[in-house]
């Protein structure tokens, strides 16, 4: 058997190769949510990171610095102190009582009952029992899931803020050590340097179209529902903020149904100047991306059908929880813009 291993010794080498390749892996699959969501944004302000050195002829060491302090200020920042109050007003249930959002949500549930009971007199069925009954389950339901939620966060909040330092110290490595990862992709890669091009190409617009048109939007949006309900003194800025911004990655939801619920019970409250500024800040925040992405992204978006983006995203979310929101719509890009490139490869080869 040891002569026949020495006859072979691109299998040897190959096996030696794969044993310590998966050893290095495994020690190191504690690190791969924060690397991969890292090596996402490195990919996607690449481009820019060099742009900006060579416009203001100033350091890539110090742009990266600035865009880091760009992202902890414009997202981390306002995302902590958003869950921090989320959870203490679920962990102090004082906090709730006699809330803005527990009227607003009473306002709802009476609106829906007297609506049903409406329907009730015409149908001649009595439906208000088991509507009210069913209304007041969900909404226990929800607080108990809040809660449980919560408790989780806060069960998890050191392995949260110590993946956070590792995203942003591997944030930092890729950004810095660009063209360095490049050569060494080139240099190993298995496939030649023209299809190795071109799959890095796919990456990089795939991350950068993910980060701006998806991003960067759902920030932009979230941003507008969230100030517009502070201005009008509807709904809990911190909790519609961050509500908006996850809603904004789902095709076919999208941002625009927190901006109309929140009308919706304006006008329910007979607090119609509200409910028409909500109604203008919802439409705006549902338009808007019209306008942004091209701005950001020119001409690399592709068109990809509402349905395949909504199950894509919704399915990331269930197999991989929070990061499935970024890495779903990677993925369905790096899909759309691989497989054509590929197979044509696969046919030429045969």
């Not at 002829?57 to 981390?76: D, E, N, S």
């Not at 304006?266 to 028409?276: D, E, H, P, S, V």
């Amino acid at each position: 058997m040891i002569e026949a291993l020495r006859s072979k010794p691109h299998v040897v080498i190959s096996l030696i190769v794969i044993l310590l390749l998966g050893l290095f892996f495994y020690i190191n699959l504690p690190f791969a949510i924060p690397f991969i969501l890292a090596g996402i944004f490195a990919l996607g302000l690449q481009d820019f990171v060099s742009r900006m050195t060579k416009r203001w002829k100033l350091p890539r060491w110090l742009i990266i610095t600035l865009v880091m302090i760009a992202g902890l200020a414009i997202f981390w920042i306002p995302l902590s102190l958003a869950v921090y109050r989320g959870i203490m007003a679920v962990k102090i249930p004082e906090n709730l009582q006699g809330s803005h959002l527990t009227e607003q949500l009473d306002i709802l549930k009476n609106f829906t009952v007297e609506l049903v009971a409406k329907v009730s007199n015409i149908v001649g069925v009595d439906l208000t029992s088991p509507v009210r009954q069913t209304l007041e389950n969900l909404i226990r339901k929800s607080g108990e899931l809040i809660l449980s939620f919560s408790s989780d966060i806060i069960r998890s909040a050191p392995s949260i803020v110590f993946n956070g330092f590792m995203f942003l110290v591997f944030l930092a490595a890729l950004l810095g050590q660009a063209e360095a990862f490049k050569r060494f992709i080139m240099k190993y890669s298995v496939v030649d340097d023209t299809v190795t091009e071109k799959m890095i190409q796919v990456l990089k617009i795939s991350c950068s179209v993910t980060l701006f048109s998806t991003f960067i939007v759902g920030l932009i949006q979230a941003g507008i529902i969230g100030f517009g309900s502070l201005i009008f003194g509807e709904g809990d800025f911190w909790l519609v903020t961050p509500v908006t911004f996850v809603l904004s990655f789902i095709p076919v939801i999208g941002a625009g149904p927190v901006g109309y619920l929140i009308s919706l019970l304006a006008f329910l409250g007979n607090r119609t100047g509200a409910g028409i500024g909500m109604l203008v800040i919802a439409i705006v925040a549902s338009t808007i991306d019209n306008v942004l992405k091209p701005l950001l992204i020119g001409g690399k978006d592709k068109k990809i059908p509402a349905l395949l983006g909504f199950t894509c995203v919704l399915g990331a979310i269930v197999m991989m929880g929070l990061p499935g929101l970024l890495l779903g719509p990677v993925l369905l890009n790096v899909v759309i813009r691989a497989v054509p490139l590929l197979l044509p490869e696969l046919k030429n080869h045969d």
